[in-house]
């Protein structure tokens, strides 16, 4: 089957399309699929391809290749390492045995060890070099940490393309050429920044501002459609990376016997009549990219968790572990829940924590099921992070 996408004159998206894609690195949901885009780029001279695909989906990318008569490719421009874009280069090379793989000294030392590629098999490339093809000249750009150290993009000058890899990408299975459902792509764009992108979120700034530099009519990441406003992709990346939070509180909670849920409750309430707004996910049931999702611009992150073999729940440990890996722009944190008779529960979630620099509130469990006066002490801790919103100027 093939599925050609054409981006401008003699540029062309060869990639493979996975509609089938639930989980990606085996931790990273994608509930929407997604691609591997691969650019196929025609000059008058030479032919490059930027970036490969997923080798399990290698056929489509050589089905492609076939129904527009490419016989012979150059160069293979590898923007990153990672296998999703660069499986396929050792299958490539088989079939196109002239081509040589075009990247950054990183990048081919990482395909060395991934892929057991040779010495002989590549061009090494360094910051602002460029390439004719014949009328179309590729410029590489490095853009380190997005998410590997290796990562650049690659620019097609002539057509003002910005080739971006992972960069500005989303998990959606398509075939538009271009994102055309703004709502949804926005989603899981925000989604693949979440999951991915945002702990290097003070790095990305730099590469935003190279990218705009630029000034790219279409921008063409590796992951989802291509953006032919690139603006609206710049915009929601320099939204999500910028230090401004929202006057929102996320509640993380598992719940054994419905003592921590009673807390929850309480404290939406609270924190609803304190005037701040509130999203409560269950943690056994919920999508944990959603989570990710919503990790992105709050201020104020609970946890509740019951204390249950002298610790946290389990999920409650992975949540408080994901949250620091992640690395949010979260500003406060919180730890409540219900326990028996006693454990080391705010031990272990705040040793989960350690790389958040954020304020901890004191933290506030109840013995069993919560009575008057604890609910007194909840509407406490609801107003205690309404006057922290308020400090940060949050709130109004
Ligand atoms: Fe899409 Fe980092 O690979």
């Given at each position: 089957?093939?599925?050609?996408?054409?981006?401008?004159?003699?540029?062309?998206?060869?990639?493979?399309?996975?509609?089938?894609?639930?989980?990606?690195?085996?931790?990273?949901?994608?509930?929407?699929?997604?691609?591997?885009?691969?650019?196929?780029?025609?000059?008058?001279?030479?032919?490059?391809?930027?970036?490969?695909?997923?080798?399990?989906?290698?056929?489509?990318?050589?089905?492609?290749?076939?129904?527009?008569?490419?016989?012979?490719?150059?160069?293979?421009?590898?923007n990153h390492?990672?296998?999703?874009?660069?499986?396929?280069?050792?299958?490539?090379?088989?079939?196109?045995?002239?081509?040589?793989?075009?990247?950054n000294?990183k990048?081919?030392?990482?395909?060395?060890?991934?892929?057991?590629?040779?010495?002989?098999?590549?061009?090494?490339?360094?910051e602002?070099?460029?390439?004719?093809?014949?009328?179309?000249?590729?410029?590489?750009v490095m853009t380190p940490w997005v998410h590997w150290p290796e990562t650049m993009s690659?620019?097609?000058?002539?057509?003002?393309?910005?080739?971006t890899c992972d960069f500005f990408g989303?998990?959606?299975?398509?075939?538009?050429?271009?994102?055309?459902?703004?709502?949804?792509?926005?989603?899981?764009?925000?989604?693949y920044y979440a999951?991915i992108m945002m702990p290097f979120r003070q790095i990305i700034a730099r590469n935003i501002t190279k990218i705009e530099e630029?000034?790219?009519?279409?921008?063409?990441?590796?992951?989802?459609?291509?953006?032919?406003?690139?603006?609206?992709?710049i915009?929601?990346y320099k939204?999500w990376i910028s230090p401004?939070?929202?006057?929102?509180?996320?509640?993380?909670?598992?719940?054994?016997?419905?003592?921590?849920?009673?807390?929850?409750?309480?404290?939406?309430?609270?924190?609803?009549?304190?005037?701040?707004?509130?999203?409560?996910?269950?943690?056994?049931?919920?999508?944990?990219?959603?989570?990710?999702?919503?990790?992105v611009?709050?201020?104020?992150?609970?946890?509740?968790?019951?204390?249950?073999?002298?610790?946290?729940?389990?999920?409650?440990?992975?949540?408080?572990?994901?949250?620091?890996a992640l690395k949010p722009k979260?500003?406060?944190?919180?730890?409540?829940?219900?326990?028996?008779?006693?454990?080391?529960?705010?031990?272990?979630?705040?040793?989960?924590?350690?790389a958040?620099k954020?304020?901890?509130?004191?933290?506030?469990?109840?013995?069993?099921?919560?009575?008057?006066?604890?609910?007194?002490?909840?509407?406490?801790?609801?107003?205690?992070?309404?006057?922290?919103?308020?400090?940060?100027?949050?709130?109004?």
């Amino acid at each position: 089957m093939s599925m050609i996408r054409k981006l401008a004159e003699g540029v062309y998206n060869v990639g493979a399309i996975d509609w089938e894609r639930v989980l990606f690195d085996e931790i990273v949901s994608t509930p929407q699929g997604t691609s591997y885009n691969s650019y196929l780029i025609l000059g008058k001279d030479k032919v490059a391809l930027i970036d490969t695909v997923e080798p399990e989906k290698a056929d489509q990318l050589f089905a492609n290749l076939e129904e527009l008569g490419i016989e012979r490719i150059d160069y293979i421009v590898s923007n990153h390492a990672e296998q999703d874009h660069s499986g396929a280069i050792p299958e490539l090379l088989e079939k196109y045995p002239e081509a040589k793989v075009v990247t950054n000294a990183k990048c081919k030392g990482f395909e060395k060890d991934l892929l057991h590629l040779r010495d002989e098999d590549f061009i090494v490339i360094n910051e602002g070099d460029t390439l004719d093809l014949g009328g179309k000249t590729l410029k590489f750009v490095m853009t380190p940490w997005v998410h590997w150290p290796e990562t650049m993009s690659t620019f097609l000058l002539e057509d003002k393309i910005a080739f971006t890899c992972d960069f500005f990408g989303s998990h959606a299975a398509t075939t538009h050429t271009f994102a055309e459902q703004y709502d949804r792509i926005y989603h899981e764009a925000k989604r693949y920044y979440a999951e991915i992108m945002m702990p290097f979120r003070q790095i990305i700034a730099r590469n935003i501002t190279k990218i705009e530099e630029f000034g790219p009519k279409i921008i063409a990441p590796s992951h989802g459609p291509a953006y032919s406003d690139p603006k609206f992709i710049i915009n929601a990346y320099k939204e999500w990376i910028s230090p401004s939070t929202k006057n929102e509180a996320l509640i993380l909670y598992v719940s054994m016997h419905g003592s921590t849920k009673k807390m929850v409750d309480a404290l939406v309430d609270s924190l609803g009549k304190y005037g701040v707004e509130v999203k409560v996910r269950d943690l056994i049931r919920s999508d944990m990219g959603e989570v990710a999702i919503d990790l992105v611009d709050i201020t104020t992150l609970v946890i509740a968790t019951p204390t249950m073999l002298a610790g946290p729940h389990p999920q409650a440990v992975y949540a408080a572990y994901l949250a620091n890996a992640l690395k949010p722009k979260v500003k406060i944190v919180g730890i409540i829940g219900s326990y028996g008779w006693g454990g080391r529960t705010v031990d272990i979630l705040k040793a989960n924590l350690g790389a958040l620099k954020v304020e901890l509130l004191e933290p506030l469990l109840i013995k069993g099921l919560p009575k008057d006066e604890d609910y007194e002490k909840i509407d406490e801790f609801a107003k205690k992070i309404a006057e922290k919103h308020r400090e940060l100027g949050v709130m109004k």
